[in-house]
């Protein structure tokens, strides 16, 4: 892979013009196991669920408790939208509109003088090499693009006439925000990042309006979501919502999530039920059942087999594509990813504004109800003699158990503030729970360490789902109303979890000139998290005063907060971080435990950086 562009590549000087849409000139033409090793006792619900057969896992169908759809409303929908761009949007759209390729001349002459335009000041070579470095260091925040195909349609003259011009500035924009710590290209590069994004926001503007959206349109505004929720001069919580409205918006106006709809091995979930996966009767429920994620070499020669990380550019595996699929195929494929990691973004900001009590939009992508689509690289699992001879199942993957415990997380959460008779609640939180045993078990079934990004954040959510229907009975119970509580068991599993991942930050803090320090030179959305770990540490204090350990965890997480603040200056996070400082000190004088010192982080003392990216 070639060298990074140097910081003299950085100027903020206009690239291109920006064109500007005339109304409608880019629309189309046309219009568990529990614990114990035994199935657990099947509750109304899944006798309900039973009580279909469109799929073999779960049913399709009409829930008796349809009154409890969590609908989304117009109001929803990001503050700069048109309300009569909403009005005139058809949300049951057709394969050819999801993969919309202009048709009409004067449609494909704007799109080619675009291209033409941009061309001059960027080369397409450019263009392939940053968003390949995109994809390739985002681990499963972008996931979602084939770049082999990617990159054959943008350097085909006429099939990339369908890219959306958003989708190149977004991507030129994330890319060149994560080389511009101060170890890199600094205020000069986070200053061009922040023009690229501007123009990506205004094409994604200008798109909407004349209503063309696509999976593109979509892939840009994930994009810029994550853009958003990283650290950089211009970030603010209300930009990061607004950003993931958008991308909300988008996603149910293309009805990508339900894509799959008629296919036998797709999940539906019933309106109003727990996203629960009723296994068939032929799953293993053995409790020393091993994964096949990594088959034996003795396994047929072309078994799938994933692609293993490289832990010094990824927390995160990809799951393989088929080189023998379609277009159709690979789009389709792509779409099942993108939905998925813009859930994951969705899901990262609605934790965070349930751990500081704050209300979160009720988006389209968190009622599971919403969904009828394959988990990431399910398409290529159910055809692999790895999958078709185990024990385990498609529905058990490391992704599937990542995606569906972020759909059980968002039930149980929005279950927790909506009014029901006890009885149906009751039934609702034993079916939830039911559903997280479950997925403990296939979580503790994965000792390939394929993944440990997703295993723990899927672990992280299960944990969250306990606590949050803990915090529910409690309510049922009259013994409160306040922010989510941990049980201190609860408590210490989650304190041992982070333990672990900050004792490897902190590793590679100490190597912040070399490979591991790219970890976090390169990751500016990493920031917040580390932050709302740090918060949640204080939480736990407040709840428990001699849960003292999360004092010592929250003063080791205080050292990455301070230097990623450091690589990636943000005048509001700085802020916070002074506040959490302030905060955590008055802890640990409560406590008798020795306050937290300065990092005494220096950038000065970085090497200049000049490695290649790694491949």
Not at 140 to 162: P, Q, V
Not at 545 to 559: C, E, T
């Amino acid at each position: 892979m070639d060298r990074l562009s140097s910081p003299s590549d950085l100027v903020p000087a206009p690239l291109v013009p920006i064109p500007k849409y005339q109304e409608n000139t880019m629309a189309s033409d046309t219009p568990s196991a529990s614990s114990s090793n035994k199935p657990l006792e099947r509750s109304k619900t899944r006798e309900r669920l039973q009580d279909h057969s469109a799929s073999p896992y779960v049913a399709n169908g009409h829930s008796p408790m349809s009154h409890r759809y969590f609908s989304y409303a117009s109001e929803q929908a990001p503050a700069h939208i048109n309300s009569s761009v909403l009005q005139q949007l058809d949300v049951g759209v057709t394969r050819e509109q999801r993969i919309l390729v202009p048709k009409s001349l004067g449609v494909k002459e704007t799109q080619r003088m675009w291209w033409d335009t941009f061309l001059e000041e960027c080369p397409l070579t450019q263009i392939a090499q940053d968003l390949r470095y995109l994809f390739t260091d985002t681990g499963h925040w972008l996931f979602f693009l084939n770049l082999e195909h990617f990159t054959k349609t943008l350097m085909d003259s006429e099939a990339r006439l369908s890219i959306q011009p958003a989708l190149i500035y977004a991507g030129l924009a994330m890319a060149t925000l994560m080389k511009s710590s101060e170890a890199e290209f600094k205020a000069p590069g986070r200053e061009r990042a922040l023009w690229l994004r501007d123009n990506a926001a205004k094409l994604i503007q200008n798109s909407i309006e004349s209503e063309w959206i696509d999976a593109s349109l979509a892939e840009a505004a994930l994009i810029i979501a994550l853009f958003e929720t990283s650290a950089h001069p211009m970030y603010n919580p209300d930009r990061v919502e607004q950003a993931l409205l958008t991308l909300d918006f988008i996603i149910r106006t293309t009805s990508l999530t339900t894509i799959d709809s008629s296919d036998p091995d797709v999940l539906i979930y019933p309106v109003g039920c727990v996203p629960m996966t009723d296994p068939p009767a032929e799953w293993n429920h053995s409790s020393d059942r091993k994964c096949t994620c990594l088959p034996e070499p003795s396994d047929a020669p072309h078994a799938h087999i994933a692609q293993v990380p490289n832990p010094y550019s990824s927390w995160s595996y990809i799951p393989a594509w088929n080189a023998g699929w379609t277009d159709n195929e690979v789009h389709d494929e792509e779409c099942r990813r993108l939905c998925w990691a813009s859930l994951s973004l969705v899901c990262n900001y609605v934790s965070q504004c349930v751990a500081f009590d704050r209300e979160p939009p009720n988006f389209f992508l968190l009622d599971s109800a919403n969904y009828a689509l394959l988990f990431p690289g399910e398409a290529l699992d159910r055809m692999s003699p790895t999958y078709r001879s185990s024990t385990s199942s498609t529905k058990e993957s490391v992704w599937a158990l990542y995606c569906r415990s972020m759909l059980l997380w968002n039930f149980t959460n929005q279950l927790r503030m909506t009014v029901l008779p006890d009885d149906e609640k009751v039934e609702l939180i034993y079916d939830a729970w039911s559903e997280a045993q479950s997925l403990q078990d296939s979580l503790r079934m994965h000792t390939c360490n394929l993944d440990t990004v997703l295993i723990y954040m899927s672990r992280e959510y299960v944990y969250n789902t306990q606590i949050t229907i803990t915090q529910t009975l409690r309510r049922l119970q009259g013994l409160g109303n306040g922010p989510p509580i941990f049980k201190r068991k609860q408590a210490e599993e989650w304190l041992w979890y982070q333990d672990r991942v900050i004792r490897t930050v902190r590793s590679a803090i100490d190597n912040l000139g070399g490979d591991e320090g790219y970890q976090l030179t390169r990751r500016p959305y990493q920031v917040t998290w580390f932050a709302n770990q740090l918060s949640i540490c204080l939480l736990l204090w407040d709840y428990d005063r001699s849960l003292k350990d999360a004092l010592v965890l929250a003063k080791s997480i205080l050292v990455p907060v301070e230097v990623m603040t450091s690589l990636w200056p943000c005048a509001a996070l700085e802020h916070q971080l002074e506040d959490l400082r302030k905060r955590l000190g008055e802890a640990c004088a409560a406590e008798g435990i020795e306050p937290p010192v300065p990092s005494n982080f220096q950038i000065g003392l970085l090497p200049q950086w000049s490695r290649v990216e790694h491949d």
